[in-house]
């Protein structure tokens, strides 16, 4: 068996080449044993392997046992028919996280019917819609966002059935159930002279996003993911990381749900009942996680013009709706607390777009302007740190 191994921020991917057995695996054991520093998602790429042994399948699960000991996660990815049948003889299929290799789909004669930041969304039929990931977005993007989306829906956030991941072309996408509706942004624009009443209902649902509490690891920490892209990241000199990583380590950990894109564009009504898509980047933490980005578009996105772009909301209205938004998320606090918790939202504004920074979102001039408006929005006691 030939194995090659990756590491990007958090998350290791092993690929797996020939037959994973008794000769093999032990090749398998010394990666897990000796890489996983600091991993929380474990990828095992099965794409080049044709047979698993039942030593092999130990070994599998001494992995997962591994990662689940350290809060982290593992998935196999590419797996082949025969493989996945004797996934299924064994009851593996019910201990394991895995995906078979992803269906062949092509985009020819369908309707594009959404553009967003990382994708575009085609309708296939009545009933679904295909999330395509542009190229320039890291391959494994569809794939978690699939699982996440499923594990989200099982722990009771409403949003809609992930059905697979497919490939079209050199593209990767998931194929989602169509839920026929307006985004929030609309519904905002079209109730916009009863504003207080509609982000009422909009910090409603925030909080019942942040009331869910998932399976213990189903998710990742978003701590954990925050840390490694801070590690990672080219921005900062070393006295500035370091602040960085300590407040992440001083900030409370959570075991509820997080978002990590809430704006009212990832939001869809059906009627008065919120539905929320765009789950890559769901996972576990405090809600300021989700206030940051929400801040981002509302705050940030209106003055520069861009919300309408991005979000589909009238930048006029939605600097009415920050304001708003966060007073009433946090009960209307007196003037000294509400500050506080705007500095603490901008702290983690920043934090998002170092993610967003890393990831390439919004192209190349944006990746520009994120890095003026990461410094701008960190503290001062961290951007002057000594190096
Ligand atoms: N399940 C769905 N049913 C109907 N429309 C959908 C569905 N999923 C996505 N869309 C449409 O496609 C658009 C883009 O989808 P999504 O927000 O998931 O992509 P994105 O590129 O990650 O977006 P963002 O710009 O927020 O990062 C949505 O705003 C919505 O209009
Ligand atoms: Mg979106």
Redesign the pocket.
Known sequence: MNLAHHREADRLTVSLMGRLDHETAPTLTQVVDHELDGVTELVLDFDGLEHVSSLGLRVLLAAQKRMHGIHGSLVVRNVNPAIATVFEITGFDRILEYERKPRRLSIDGLEL???????E?FRVDEET?L?LYFNHIDDASASREKRLAKKAFVAGVPT?ISYEVVVCGTRTGVL????NAD?LSKYIERHVDHLEAVVDHYVGFCRQIHSIVPDQGAFPDAIDIACGHVEACDLFNAGQRAAILDRLHRTERRSTLIHW?L?P??I?MQGDVPCL??M?DMATGTPYFDLGPIRQILQFHAETGLCQK?IGLDNGIARRVWPMFVARYFNNPPPDELAAIEENVRFFQAIRNVLLYRSG?GGESMRARRKDMILQLLPREITQAPA
Do not use: L, R, S
């Not at 019917?113 to 994708?119: E, M, V």
């Open positions: 019917i959404a553009k967003g930041g990382n994708g969304c819609v999330k809609a989602y159930e169509m839920i985004t894109d704006h564009g990832n869809m898509i765009d890559g991005i979102t």
